[in-house]
Every structure is written in structure tokens, then in C-alpha cells.
């Protein structure tokens, strides 16, 4: 396992969420995660590979699917009403390079950036 120093950011139309945290990069490189300093300590894991992002909590459980230019069915599991809620994402960007995952998407017409930097 790689740790690495990372700064994480979720922005939409309403909100801008931040993390700086340590990210843990498995041997073959195609999957991180870390844990967000939120109360819920969500933790996020992106799959390079396969193009998944999954954010995992107390109450939520979120899978986003990602392919360029096409929609597809990612689901939202409420684990507090025990219900899934698929829903479609359209995914407008999908850059990863040395230092840098850019994840741009949109969600019922509501669009999302998703960034991740690796600061050391």
C-alpha cells in the first residue's frame, strides 16, 4: 500500500466540499481510497480501472459509474430507509494524470466537479 498526501474536491451549482487528508494507493495503482474528515468519516474510494468513484458511510452508500460522453445507471443505497435509488449520470470528463483525477459529470441536469491533487 502507497500513502500519499491528497486534496479532494466536490463542487456543484450549491456546495464546495474540501479534504485534505493521507490517501492509501493499492500496489497496482488502480484503486485509492481515504476518509473524509466529515462527522460521517465517509470513506471514498475511486477505481481507475473500471472508472468508479464510491463514497460509503453511516447512512449512504453512493456507486457512480463513469463513461465518457454516455449515461449510466449508478446507484444511491439510504441504508438508514434501507432503499436504492438508481439514478443516471452523465459523465462530460474523465481525466487522470500523474498528479491529478478530474471527474466532471451531471446528475438530473445538476453539474458536479469532482477533483482529487496529490500534494506530495
Given at each position: 500500500?502507497?500513502?500519499?498526501?491528497?486534496?479532494?474536491?466536490?463542487?456543484?451549482?450549491?456546495?464546495?466540499?474540501?479534504?485534505?487528508?493521507?490517501?492509501?494507493?493499492?500496489?497496482?495503482?488502480?484503486?485509492?481510497?481515504?476518509?473524509?474528515?466529515?462527522?460521517?468519516?465517509?470513506?471514498?474510494?475511486?477505481?481507475?480501472?473500471?472508472?468508479?468513484?464510491r463514497r460509503d458511510n453511516k447512512k449512504l452508500f453512493l456507486?457512480?459509474?463513469?463513461?465518457?460522453?454516455?449515461?449510466?445507471?449508478?446507484?444511491?443505497?439510504?441504508?438508514e430507509l434501507d432503499q436504492t435509488l438508481t439514478i443516471l449520470?452523465?459523465?462530460?470528463k474523465f481525466e487522470i494524470t500523474e498528479k491529478d483525477i478530474?471527474?466532471?459529470?451531471?446528475?438530473?441536469?445538476?453539474?458536479?466537479?469532482?477533483?482529487?491533487?496529490?500534494?506530495?
Amino acid at each position: 500500500m502507497i500513502t500519499t498526501k491528497i486534496k479532494a474536491i466536490l463542487k456543484n451549482n450549491n456546495i464546495e466540499h474540501k479534504t485534505e487528508t493521507t490517501a492509501y494507493l493499492n500496489t497496482d495503482g488502480d484503486t485509492l481510497y481515504y476518509v473524509e474528515s466529515d462527522s460521517e468519516k465517509t470513506v471514498v474510494e475511486v477505481d481507475f480501472i473500471n472508472k468508479i468513484l464510491r463514497r460509503d458511510n453511516k447512512k449512504l452508500f453512493l456507486e457512480y459509474r463513469f463513461d465518457l460522453d454516455k449515461e449510466t445507471e449508478s446507484i444511491i443505497v439510504d441504508k438508514e430507509l434501507d432503499q436504492t435509488l438508481t439514478i443516471l449520470i452523465k459523465t462530460n470528463k474523465f481525466e487522470i494524470t500523474e498528479k491529478d483525477i478530474i471527474i466532471e459529470y451531471e446528475i438530473e441536469g445538476d453539474n458536479f466537479i469532482y477533483s482529487l491533487r496529490k500534494e506530495d
